[in-house]
């Protein structure tokens, strides 16, 4: 590809799409804004008329912030050549930024901190993937920060509190909600329900202070656990 580049805005904001022609006009002279489309709908007849090697689009459109998701999916299925960055205001709902890199983008930069970079767009154009912008990368780091802590943690606790497997089992399997004859009906579980039932009580006795081991149940047996990172809350998953 020549130095030039073509470019498609897809931006519903007209006031934010002023300022990032104005970007790209005064910091990216090599990029050439072929066209801009406010929707979905405006988008489609500027593709066919020229395709453009680089697509700047917005998440949220006409009042839908999931919009953007199923544009990213049907142009990179239907034009996979095409570089996608995403350029949203869309700060706290991570889950869109997953959706949209599933669904093909190239990067996403968020619409904080600081406007659209050079750098941004020439790291797409350059082959990067993906390619995130500074607020996207604090936070990308700072959620590694908390998982790399949170695992070390367990790691922790599955030493100092000798937890194996069996336990490990057990234990998520009460958070989720099964009964002792469930768990013992588990094919990973090569225990009955007594056994269980003496597992459970030298749990309470490896995990809580002697003063608290009367009469804690289950409950408080299980919110131990995920206190202690034993058993991870947000990835509970059961066994056959």
Known sequence: ???????IIVEDAKLELKGTEEIF???????????????????????????PHLLLLDLGLGGSTTAGVGICAKVKSAHPQVKVLVFTGELLNE???????????????????????RHDIMGVMSGKRPVFNSPILEKIVQRFRETV??????????IEYEIDRYDECFLRHLALGYT????????????GVKS??????????????????RGTNVTRLVVRAIELHIIDAENLEPDE
Not at 180 to 191: D, Q, R, S, Y
């Open 1 to 7: 590809m020549s130095d030039k580049f073509s470019v």
């Open 149 to 158: 802590m949170r695992d070390a943690t367990r790691k922790k606790s599955l």
């Open 180 to 191: 002792k004859e469930m768990i013992a009906g588990l094919k990973t579980m090569p225990f």
């Open 95 to 117: 889950k869109l930024w997953v959706d949209v890199l599933d669904a093909g983008a190239d990067g996403i930069a968020l619409k904080t901190g600081e406007l659209l970079t």
């Open 196 to 213: 269980l039932e003496k597992r459970q009580a030298d749990l309470i006795s490896r995990l809580f202070p002697a003063e608290e081991q």
């Open 25 to 51: 006009r005064t910091e990216i002279p090599e990029a050439d804004v072929i066209g801009v489309a406010m929707n979905e709908q405006e988008l489609y007849p500027l593709l066919e008329m020229q395709l």
